[in-house]
Structure formats: C-alpha cells, structure tokens
C-alpha cells in the first residue's frame, strides 16, 4: 500500500512563508490525485491544494488562493505546497493525500494519507 510522508511544518511569523513536502513510497502511481488537506483547531478537516496528473490540473481552496501554490515532481513521487503571506488562520495540521477522486476536495476519497504536519502561524 502506498505510504505517505509529510514533513516541512513549524512556527511561522504573520507574512512568512514555509514549504510543505509530501513523499510517496510503496506501490506508488504517477496517475493519482495528491494534495494537501488540513485540519485547524476544534475544526473539521478541509481541502486546501491538489494536482490532478489526469487532466494536468492544480486545485485551490478560496481562502489559500494567490498564496500557496502547490507543486508536483512525478520522479520523486512528491508533491509540494509553498505557502506565502501566512496568516494566523493558516494555523493548522495539513496532511498530505493520494487517490483517485471523483470529488477533489472530498476527504473520503482519498485511499492514502499521511501522518500530518503542523503549522503555527501566530496571532
């Protein structure tokens, strides 16, 4: 089964920036979806940014659109968010996600995730 490793969180100052990465290993496919969920505090998890190989696609959530911008390296079976202008409503756990959805921003489908990173943007 695909495994899925999300590393790169930490304590980021208001405007900074920070980069996300996502590994894949196991029995990994260049054809799934991956992206990036996250969960804030006494919040449900929600999508923030995914790549979609089958139409050559990236999707973004309202609220992290113009400052993150994910990115894929197929070869390394990785994918990528660079986070800019962050904000204390940024603060959360991301994690990373792999499938082949037919919803993007669904969390349930998504067969394969990682353990999670956390980012503390403060107030």
């Known amino acids: 089964e695909v495994q899925l490793q999300a590393s790169g969180g930490g304590l980021v100052q208001p405007g900074g920036s920070l980069r996300l990465s996502c590994a894949a290993s196991?029995?990994?496919?260049?054809?799934?979806?991956m992206g990036w969920f996250r969960q804030a505090p006494g919040k449900t998890r929600e999508g923030v940014s995914f790549?979609?190989?089958?139409?050559?696609?990236?999707s973004y959530a309202n609220s992290v659109k113009g400052r993150f911008t994910i990115s894929r390296d197929h070869a390394k079976n990785s994918v990528y968010l660079q986070m800019h202008s962050l904000k204390p409503e940024d603060t959360a756990v991301y994690y990373c996600?792999?499938?082949?959805?037919?919803?993007?921003?669904?969390?349930?489908?998504?067969?394969?995730w990682g353990q999670g990173t956390l980012v503390t943007v403060p107030a």
């Open positions: 790549s979609h190989p089958s139409d050559g696609t990236t």
């Open positions: 196991g029995g990994t496919s260049t054809s799934y979806t």
């Open positions: 996600a792999a499938g082949w959805p037919s919803i993007p921003l669904l969390d349930v489908e998504y067969e394969f």
